[in-house]
């Protein structure tokens, strides 16, 4: 079992930066594929980006470039830092674990073992 609790979301204008955080409890030996979604209201969940145990990283064509993923397994956390955002940048974004990372699967959502409570990113215009 693992708990994933995000933290770092917040309001921003655009072209601003902010930085989501994924601690991550619980079972932390498991070498799962980590990663983070959105999902803005109205809108399906969208994959953003996953980072395997090994750091090897793999993004969604729609942030590329203007999203990094990392992972820290000694401080057991997921971090996504969010560049240059824009206003349909808005969304709920939720941390991760499970999967295959860069798979069709992952990024449809439909092979995760595990998701955060979600963290709130606002951009205004």
């Known amino acids: 079992q693992l708990h994933l609790t995000e933290s770092g979301g917040g309001s921003v204008q655009a072209g601003g930066s902010l930085r989501l955080s994924c601690s991550v409890s619980?079972?932390?030996?498991?070498?799962?594929?980590m990663g983070w979604f959105r999902q803005a209201p109205g809108e399906a969940q969208e994959g953003v980006a996953a980072v395997d145990n090994d750091g090897n990283t793999d993004y969604a064509d729609s942030m590329k470039g203007r999203v990094t993923i990392s992972r820290d397994n000694a401080k057991k956390t997921v971090y996504l830092l969010l560049n240059s955002l824009k206003p349909e940048d808005t969304a709920m974004y939720y941390c991760?674990?499970?999967?295959?990372?860069?798979?069709?699967?992952?990024?449809?959502?439909?092979?995760?073992?595990?998701w955060g409570q979600g963290t709130q990113v606002t951009v205004s215009s």
């Open positions: 619980g079972d932390t030996d498991s070498k799962y594929c």
């Open positions: 991760a674990a499970g999967g295959i990372c860069g798979s069709r699967t992952w990024y449809q959502g439909a092979d995760i073992n595990y």
